[in-house]
Nanobody
Framework: QVQLVESGGGLVQPGGSLTLSCAAS????????MGWYRQIPGKQRELVAR???????NYADSVKGRFTISRDNAKSTLYLQMNSLKPEDTAVYYC????????WGQGTQVTVSS
C-alpha cells in the first residue's frame, strides 16, 4: 500500500533553513508527480510546491525564490529545501502523491520563531 513518511521538521529562527524529506513506498515513485502542502490550524491546506515526473516544478508565490522542491527517484524520496524562513511559514507540512490521488503523509511540524 502507499506510504508517505515525512521528516525534518522542527523549530528554527526567522531567516534559518530546514530540509524536509518524504520517504515514499508502495508505488513506482518515478512515475508520479509529488507535492508539498502545508496547513495552519483553522485554514485550508495549501499547495507549497509540486514536482512532476519530468522534474518540472511549480511553487506558490509566497515561497518562490526561498523554497526548492526536488526528488531522488533512486531513493523514492521527495525533498523540500526551505531557506530564509519566515514566521508565516509556520505550519504542518505534508507530502502528497500525484495531483488527483488522495494519499498523504502524516505531516511534520515546522515552527519559525525567535
Amino acid at each position: 500500500q502507499v506510504q508517505l513518511v515525512e521528516s525534518g521538521g522542527g523549530l528554527v529562527q526567522p531567516g534559518g533553513s530546514l530540509t524536509l524529506s518524504c520517504a515514499a513506498s508502495g508505488f513506482i515513485f518515478s512515475n508520479f508527480a509529488m507535492g508539498w502542502y502545508r496547513q495552519i490550524p483553522g485554514k485550508q491546506r495549501e499547495l507549497v510546491a509540486r514536482i512532476f515526473s519530468d522534474r518540472r516544478t511549480n511553487y506558490a508565490d509566497s515561497v518562490k525564490g526561498r523554497f526548492t522542491i526536488s526528488r531522488d527517484n533512486a531513493k523514492s524520496t521527495l525533498y523540500l529545501q526551505m531557506n530564509s524562513l519566515k514566521p508565516e511559514d509556520t505550519a504542518v507540512y505534508y507530502c502528497k502523491l500525484g495531483v488527483d490521488y488522495n494519499y498523504w503523509g502524516q505531516g511534520t511540524q515546522v515552527t519559525v520563531s525567535s
